[in-house]
């Protein structure tokens, strides 16, 4: 009787097991599938115009004066990326790398590259792995696509190498872009690299996927989240946890802009406060210490909507942070 008890015991336990990790494995398809459409250029520019009528105008010049080029680089993995850059001749060097969001591609960073275009810098906007005309089977959430941001760093200096100016880049991306960002600028950075700016990035992956399970499926993170993080390990190279932003911001030795709509429930508001106390604070010549980033909670704004709602602000407080670094 002890035995048949111990052997259904055991059962029970392997097939709880098994529809833990079948069900981790069903959330890591589900989160990290790349979208359908995620080549579909057409239907992202109709996407785009529709919510800013007055870049079509803007776009179309670009496209007629072949100013708006494409450019391919093989990465390390042996995969092409794609990148959109526009050349600036008065740029001197001044370069903004644009990197967009969670399933979206470069066209959604087209309406912020206008912003940088007309401070007068030259632009660089890469589709991340498994997006837009890039290489890739799934979604990396930011993590290994700052390995490909910093082979983007050094094409954007060779594209808009001047005789006149040295390269000097900021790094700007939204949502997954943002936690892109930030994930790069704990890594041992070219001196071009003269500040960043992130707008409603995630504190880590293991947070942001706990966040979606409980809203989406009222779902705890125990046990799905450590089997579905632990399969990613298995198959991607990386987990939940080690996937995380504020932990490399804790690394980062230049100024960063921190955006975050405050009623933000995709990425909750309150994630930035930890991101922007991550980042240490700078000992100037004096001997004073200085914190050199900046923050702005934009009233209302919901998910990556900063920028929309408030076109003009947002310009205007990119344009000052950026301009004390960036000359």
């Not at 890591?28 to 359908?36: E, I, K, R, S």
């Not at 992956?205 to 993080?229: C, H, I, K, N």
């Not at 994630?271 to 000992?283: E, G, R």
Request: aromatic fraction near 12%; charge should be neutral; charged fraction near 20%.
């Amino acid at each position: 009787m002890k035995k048949k008890i111990v052997i259904a015991a055991a059962a029970v336990l392997i097939v709880l097991t098994a529809a833990t990790f079948g069900a981790g494995w069903y959330m890591l398809d589900y989160a990290l599938a790349p979208a359908p459409d995620a080549q579909h250029m057409a239907k992202r520019y109709s996407r785009m115009f529709r919510e800013y009528p007055y870049m079509r105008h803007w776009v179309d010049s670009l496209k007629a004066a072949e100013a708006l080029r494409d450019t391919f680089v093989t990465m390390a993995d042996g995969g092409r990326r794609h990148a959109v850059y526009a050349r600036n001749d008065s740029a001197a060097g001044r370069t903004a790398i644009l990197v967009h969001g969670y399933k979206d591609s470069h066209i959604g960073m087209l309406p912020i590259a206008k912003v940088y275009a007309d401070m007068g810098y030259n632009i660089l906007l890469p589709d991340l792995y498994a997006h837009g005309l890039s290489d890739g089977d799934h979604i990396r959430m930011g993590w290994d696509d700052r390995k490909d941001v910093m082979r983007w760093i050094g094409v954007a200096e060779g594209l808009f190498a001047t005789a006149g100016g040295k390269p000097q880049i900021v790094l700007h991306g939204v949502s997954m872009g943002a936690a892109t960002v930030m994930n790069t600028s704990g890594e041992k950075l070219p001196e071009s690299v003269k500040c960043f700016v992130e707008d409603c990035g995630y504190t880590s992956v293991w947070d942001e996927f706990s966040r979606q399970l409980d809203d989406q499926f009222g779902l705890p993170q125990f046990p799905l989240l450590y089997a579905a993080s632990a399969l990613c390990k298995l198959r991607y190279g990386w987990t939940f946890g080690e996937a995380s932003p504020v932990r490399q911001l804790t690394l980062n030795e230049s100024p960063m802009l921190y955006i975050h709509g405050s009623s933000d429930g995709y990425v909750p508001s309150v994630m930035v406060f930890p991101l922007y106390n991550a980042n240490p604070v700078h000992l100037a010549a004096n001997g004073v210490y200085r914190h050199f980033n900046d923050i702005w909670i934009t009233p209302g704004c919901e998910h990556a909507k900063s920028f929309h709602d408030y076109p003009a602000e947002y310009a205007a407080r990119v344009k000052a942070f950026v301009g004390k670094f960036i000359k």
